[in-house]
């Protein structure tokens, strides 16, 4: 009888150490949908890996065909994402707006890529889908939903950018108002999960502030769970900032305190929720639809769980040294 009791106790352990992953010390734990069960497989290291060795190749080939910050290829040309990083750094040093030279060809790629998207789509932001993630960091009182709130609003927070991702190139935040602002964003995403490659993509969102839902641009079925409260929410809308200017999806970001007794951990920390809600495509062949959907959209939203780990540990070590407030 104890034997028999024991034996769903240790499957109940070995379950919880499985979909958890584990990163500068602390514990993190990914679902893709609101009911689903947290990912049995590490998200972060496989896909920033991955990620990695793609942007390295595509980033040094660029490098050697225009001769753009040529010396940073002596060094700092490995395909680990901390090597990736490094040679972004040295290339952003000489002059942030050489990724915008280097990776021009991507640019105009992608604003073709597009507004092929937008012009074979219903405009009826209801039947839109969604790349997003849930993420539970249990920080255990070293980072709060208001610390990471505002330090997301912050020169740090852009500054951590191109260490966020593999594919991050550019990122500048306007503070509009007590309770907005706008961004400037070079990145890109793709070609890990899905075979439509990666699409670096530059693109404003103008205005990315508190959200109303029930509208036009952003219907009830957007919403979320009421535990996320909407002074830690912002949404706006995804602007090629070149071409056709064309509005192609909507950025949706909040996050929420976590009690100790909501996660599987027995540790408070908080839960941020990303997602982006874009044009169903749903006028494209049924291949091309069913890539996007399935396998395109699948490559963001990991894409954007390398970027919450990333971020929020950044933001835990700035506020630790008194760098954000709440």
């Known amino acids: 009888m104890l034997a028999n009791s024991i034996i769903p106790c240790v499957a109940a352990l070995v379950s919880l150490a499985a979909s958890t992953e584990t990163h500068g010390g602390y514990d993190f734990q990914v679902r893709f949908s609101n009911t ?36 940073c290829l002596k060094s700092n040309t490995g395909p680990t994402p901390a090597e990736l990083y490094a040679l972004k750094d040295c290339v952003a040093a000489d002059n942030v707006g ?44 070293d980072l709060l939903a208001a610390q990471f709130a505002i330090w997301t609003q912050s020169q740090n927070a852009d500054d951590a950018n191109n260490h966020a991702n593999p594919e991050h190139y ?4 306007t503070v509009t108002g007590l309770t907005s602002q706008s961004s400037d ?10 075979t439509f490659g990666t699409k670096r993509t530059n693109f404003t969102v103008p205005e990315y502030t508190t959200p109303t839902f029930g509208t036009a641009d952003y219907p009830e079925e957007w919403a979320i769970d009421p535990s996320f409260l909407l002074i830690f929410q912002r949404i706006g809308p995804k602007v090629l900032k070149s071409g056709s200017e064309a509005t192609f999806g909507a950025l949706h970001i909040a996050v929420r305190d976590l009690a100790a007794d909501e996660g599987d951990e027995g540790k408070s920390g908080i839960e941020v929720y990303a997602a982006v809600w874009y044009p169903p495509w749903d006028q494209a062949s049924e291949q091309s639809r069913m890539e996007f959907t399935d396998n395109y959209l699948a490559d963001e939203a990991h894409h954007m769980v390398v970027e919450v780990i990333n971020l929020t540990l950044q933001a835990q070590k700035d506020c630790s040294t008194g760098l954000c407030v709440a």
Request: negative net charge.
């Open 185 to 194: 964003i070079f990145e890109g995403w793709g070609g890990v999960l899905s």
């Open 98 to 141: 050489n990724f915008f030279t280097l990776l021009a060809d991507d640019i105009e790629e992608s604003n073709t890529f597009w507004d092929t998207v937008v012009s074979q789509s219903t405009t009826d932001r209801t039947q839109w889908v969604p790349a997003r993630m849930y993420t539970k960091a249990y920080f255990d009182g």
């Open 170 to 173: 550019y990122k500048k935040t």
């Open 36 to 71: 689903a069960d947290p990912e049995t497989t590490d998200i972060k290291d496989a896909y920033e890996q991955a990620a990695a060795e793609q942007a390295s190749t595509h980033l040094q080939a660029r490098i050697n065909a225009t001769g753009i910050a040529a010396d």
